[in-house]
């Protein structure tokens, strides 16, 4: 099975102006089977969320035949849209821990989250745990997302026992934002998925990853670009890559460790005073 995994550095784009001009290098290796090598290089400005980047990252893999079955990323891909749009369109499961639900009844985990109600599609309809059913249902656009909001009858008209486990609005109002139902399925079984031992030990191929950077950062000083632009940046990200994976080729054809352990300054001080 073809692994993905997106590896990303901050890169200033020049020697003198690194406070104006900067670039985010993200590097994509497949983990298919060892020597595990870079494959795509993506070159953009540093406030490009990682969220906006990724479909152009598949789309390169898959114009040349890469795409993989897998693609371990960190939790600032993590979108409802990217998860399941990723499968929709690229046949691609993204391993990322998405965020939890940052609403007061989830935290304090006494309360009735997002998660805790029922929702009928079809119907158009939400049941609370406490078995009331909404009064409306009302398609909306926030920031350019689709979604559904959900109002519950105001409390004072249904006096309910479980009112200080549901809401504080003044309006005694319980509202739901839903994405759409393929993914506010998908969302909340990613977040129960994440919870589980088995998504844990899969997740964990992602630790691969830190080294890679720290070896890209080590050999090739990645951090700091030597020209400034785009065009010339991605160049130099594209010189590096090509220089890992020869790297990691060599290790691999002569059955040697990809790296040496590294000795802390303590480790050596010790060693020098025994000596």
Same mark, same amino acid.
């Given at each position: 099975m073809a692994q993905g995994e997106d590896l990303s550095a901050l890169v200033p784009a020049g020697h003198r102006q690194q406070a104006k001009h900067?670039?985010?290098?993200?590097?994509?290796?497949?983990?298919?089977?060892?020597?595990?090598?870079?494959?795509?290089?993506?070159?953009?400005?540093?406030?490009?969320?990682?969220?906006? =980047?990724?479909? =152009?990252? /598949? /789309?390169?893999?898959?114009?040349?035949?890469?795409?993989?079955?897998? /693609?371990?990323?960190?939790?600032?891909?993590?979108?409802?849209?990217?998860?399941?749009?990723?499968?929709?369109?690229?046949?691609? &499961?993204?391993?990322?821990?998405?965020?939890?639900?940052?609403?007061?009844?989830?935290?304090?985990?006494?309360? @009735?989250? &997002?998660?805790? @109600?029922?929702?009928?599609?079809? =119907?158009?309809?939400?049941?609370?745990?406490?078995?009331?059913?909404?009064?409306?249902?009302?398609?909306?656009?926030?920031?350019?997302?689709p979604k559904t909001v959900v109002s519950f009858a105001a409390l004072d008209r249904i006096p309910c026992p479980f009112k200080p486990q549901c809401t504080t609005a003044k309006k005694n109002r319980r509202q739901l934002s839903l994405h759409s139902r393929q993914m506010t399925e998908t969302l909340r079984h990613t977040r129960?998925?994440?919870?589980?031992e088995d998504w844990n030990t899969d997740y964990a191929l992602r630790a691969g990853i830190e080294g890679t950077i720290r070896q890209a950062t080590a050999v090739t000083g990645t951090r700091r670009a030597r020209y400034r632009g785009l065009t010339k940046t991605h160049l130099e990200h594209i010189y590096s890559a090509v220089a890992l994976n020869l790297i990691r080729l060599n290790a691999w054809w002569n059955d040697r460790p990809l790296d040496r352990t590294r000795t802390s300054h303590l480790t050596r001080l010790e060693h020098t005073l025994t000596a």
């Open positions: 900067r670039e985010r290098v993200r590097y994509t290796q497949v983990s298919q089977s060892h020597p595990n090598l870079i494959t795509n290089i993506a070159t953009t400005h540093s406030t490009l969320p990682d969220s906006k =980047a990724l479909d =152009a990252v /598949h /789309h390169a893999l898959q114009q040349r035949g890469l795409l993989p079955d897998e /693609h371990y990323l960190d939790s600032g891909y993590a979108t409802a849209e990217l998860i399941h749009g990723s499968v929709k369109t690229y046949g691609i &499961a993204l391993i990322t821990p998405v965020l939890l639900d940052t609403s007061r009844q989830a935290k304090a985990q006494a309360g @009735f989250a &997002a998660t805790d @109600f029922t929702i009928d599609w079809e =119907a158009k309809k939400a049941t609370c745990p406490a078995g009331h059913t909404s009064a409306t249902w009302n398609p909306v656009v926030s920031e350019g997302i129960t998925w994440q919870k589980t």
